[in-house]
Every structure is written in structure tokens, then in C-alpha cells.
């Protein structure tokens, strides 16, 4: 009875022992790991390396760790991008024609949603089961573009290019990772 007890505690421990070794509790979520399963064509391994190490959590973070890190970083690049375009429309708005004032406004605006978004996802990340955000971040991920849209309907350059290019990338974070996970 007591050599049972002991021998199923031991068989108890090797399961738990290699459970624990599969979720990559040791050594497997580094960030360069990490960001190897995500590099692909639409991500590049360097701007996934340099963009999430910026927060010290993204070194042993695994996937799912990362993909709220992605989204805390695409909090803060839409709330720089969008005090920026206030920056725009105070500086060069005022001289420029409707159309370019009316195209800042509209990047404002998508930048406002995707703000509104990232926060929504975010709060309900924690919690909820991560593939119904997909949708949500998809939502996200089109926002760069309205921007852009906007300036190209009236063929006029967009002075929010660079920006809307690195935010664009940023979002195929979040992305990938749930597409990886999902597979
Ligand atoms: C790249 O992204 C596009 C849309 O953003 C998607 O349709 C496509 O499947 C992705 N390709 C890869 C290789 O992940
Ligand atoms: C946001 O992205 C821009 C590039 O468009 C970068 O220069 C800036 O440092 C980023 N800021 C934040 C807070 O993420």
C-alpha cells in the first residue's frame, strides 16, 4: 500500500515534471524563440525583436504573454500617432486645402477607433478566450489604411506614411500570434 502511494507520486511528479517542460516553463519562450515562430512574410523577425523587447516582460513572456504585450505597444503607438496628427493639423492644417485637413481629420478619427479598440481587446483579454478577437484586431489593422486612403482619394502625399507603415506592422503581431496559436 505504502510502496503503491509512493511509486503513483513518483509516476505523479515525472507527469507533472514533463508537462511543465512542454509548456516551455524552461528556456523555450525566449523573445528570439518567440519571434521566430511569428517571422514570416508579413513579419519581419528584426522589427518583432526590436519592437516588443522594448517592454523587459517580452524576454521570457510566452506567446500569449507577448500577444498582450503586442497590444499594450499598439495602445501607446495610437496614442502617439494620434497627439501627432494634432500636432499636424496645429502646425500645417491651417494653410493647407480642405482636403488635406478633411484626410487628418479622417486619420484621426481611425486612429481614435483603433485606440478605443486596443482597449476593448485588452480588457477583455485577460479573461475572455483570445480567438474572438481576431476580429477585433482585424478592425485595428485596417485603420493605417483608411489613413492613407484618405490622402490618396484626393491624390495629395500623406505626411503620416512612416507611421502608418510601422503601426501597420505592429498590429500583424497580435495576428500572427493568435493565428499560430489557433493552429
Ligand atoms: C499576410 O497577411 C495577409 C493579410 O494581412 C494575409 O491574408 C496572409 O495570409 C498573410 N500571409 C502570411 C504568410 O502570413
Ligand atoms: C510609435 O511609432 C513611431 C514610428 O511611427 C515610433 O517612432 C515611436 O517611437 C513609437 N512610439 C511609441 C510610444 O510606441
Not at 515534471?17 to 528570439?32: N, P, Q
Amino acid at each position: 500500500m505504502n510502496k503503491i502511494s509512493a511509486i503513483s507520486y513518483c509516476f505523479l511528479m515525472v507527469i507533472t515534471f514533463l508537462l511543465h517542460g512542454v509548456h516551455g516553463g524552461g528556456g523555450d519562450d525566449t523573445l528570439e524563440n518567440n519571434c521566430k515562430k511569428l517571422a514570416s512574410a508579413n513579419i519581419s523577425y528584426d522589427f518583432c525583436v526590436t519592437n516588443l523587447q522594448v517592454n523587459p516582460r517580452s524576454k521570457s513572456a510566452n506567446l500569449q504573454e507577448l500577444g498582450l504585450i503586442s497590444m499594450d505597444l499598439i495602445v501607446a503607438n495610437a496614442t502617439y500617432i494620434k497627439s501627432h496628427i494634432v500636432k499636424l493639423q496645429k502646425e500645417q492644417g491651417k494653410g493647407k486645402s480642405l482636403s488635406f485637413r478633411n484626410s487628418l481629420q479622417n486619420c484621426w478619427n481611425s486612429y481614435s477607433m483603433a485606440l478605443y479598440t486596443a482597449n476593448q481587446v485588452i480588457k477583455g483579454m485577460s479573461t475572455g478566450p483570445r480567438y474572438s478577437y481576431l476580429q477585433a484586431i482585424e478592425v485595428i489593422h485596417r485603420s493605417p489604411n483608411n489613413c492613407e486612403a484618405g490622402f490618396m482619394k484626393w491624390k495629395l502625399k500623406s505626411p503620416l506614411t512612416k507611421e502608418n507603415k510601422h503601426f501597420e506592422h505592429l498590429v500583424r503581431i497580435p495576428i500572427q500570434i493568435i493565428t499560430y496559436m489557433s493552429q
